[in-house]
């Protein structure tokens, strides 16, 4: 199962997160891991480290690279069109998978100078970007940590509609006027850290509702973002919860949605 950005690349609905997960066998082992289990969708960044490791665990797994959708991010510090050259060559050489499936902007600003105005410095790398995608070089562009304003001032001056918004996502936080904007606007939204990075775990009323379910709170977390037609990308190191996060074929109701999406300070 599958979204379909804007450009009509298809992205497999569920992707694996690695953020925090040290280069080397971690990465190498987890990644090989989610992919054996099933997952063929790869979130990774420049910034965690980890390409190559992941670029290898996807070379190795003797799956066909059409069948693997790899992410990376273009650091959220870079800023310019030369550093953005240099830094999708670092990740292109790193990955070493042929392609890049999809290529976003870390964030608006560098983690250093939340908030600030970098508006600028974003629609020069978003150019570089674009030429990297008119190459073929990547099937997709994005961003990632927009908001709505950040989203409007970069389409002001630039052609690309961003095929992706990832942001975080989870029960208590859903994002409503982002999330509203870039659907009404073609864009995806992936959410990362779908369990509140682990937090939400021992909400109590979302216990009751996943036990109802016969589900776990995680599944019931990850699978309330596919309610939203937002992409999740949870990421454990364990292999029993990689599998238990991959089960997502089922259904929430509405009224079970509209409780959720009321709930506030779940974490
Ligand atoms: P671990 O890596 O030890 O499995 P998020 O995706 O929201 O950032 O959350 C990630 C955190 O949630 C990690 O600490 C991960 O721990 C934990 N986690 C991931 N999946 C599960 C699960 N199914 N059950 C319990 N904890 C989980």
């Known amino acids: 199962m599958s979204f379909a950005l804007s450009n009509d690349v298809s992205i497999p609905r569920l992707g694996f ?30 910034a965690y480290g980890n390409e190559e490791s992941v670029g290898r665990a996807v070379r190795d797994s003797g799956i066909a690279r059409e069948e693997v959708f790899v992410t990376t991010k273009l650091p959220a510090e870079v800023k310019s069109h030369a550093l953005a050259v240099e830094a999708f060559e670092g990740s292109s050489k790193a990955l070493d998978l042929g392609w890049i499936d999809l290529y976003l ?24 970007m674009e030429g990297f995608y008119a190459s073929g070089a990547t099937r997709s562009i994005g961003v990632s940590n927009f908001n709505v304003k950040d989203l409007e001032s970069l389409r002001s ?39 509140a990075t682990g937090r939400i775990l021992q909400n109590p009323e979302v216990q009751g509702m996943a036990d109802r379910y016969g589900k776990t709170v995680a599944q ?8 939203h037609d937002v992409l999740p990308l949870p990421k454990s190191t364990t292999p029993s919860r990689i599998a238990e996060n991959a089960d997502v074929d089922w259904q929430l109701d509405a009224a079970d949605v509209a409780y959720l999406d009321g709930l506030a300070n779940t974490v």
């Not at 997960?21 to 099933?38: K, M, Q």
């Not at 250093?112 to 150019?127: F, L, M, P, S």
């Not at 019931?220 to 309610?227: F, N, P, S, T, V």
Request: glycine content about 8%; charged content about 25%.
């Open 105 to 128: 902007i870390h964030a608006p600003w560098p983690w250093t100078e939340i908030g600030k105005d970098h508006r600028a410095g974003n629609i020069e790398v978003w150019k570089a």
């Open 220 to 227: 019931l977390c990850i699978r309330y973002l596919l309610e």
């Open 17 to 46: 997160g690695t953020w925090q997960i040290p280069d080397g066998e971690a990465a190498y082992e987890v990644v090989t891991e989610a992919l054996r289990l099933g997952y063929r969708h790869i979130d990774t960044a420049r």
């Open 157 to 195: 001056d630039t052609d690309v509609t961003p095929h992706a918004n990832q942001i975080m996502w989870f029960v208590g936080n859903r994002q409503a006027e982002t999330t509203e904007y870039c659907q009404a606007e073609g864009i995806l939204v992936e959410g990362y850290s779908p369990l």
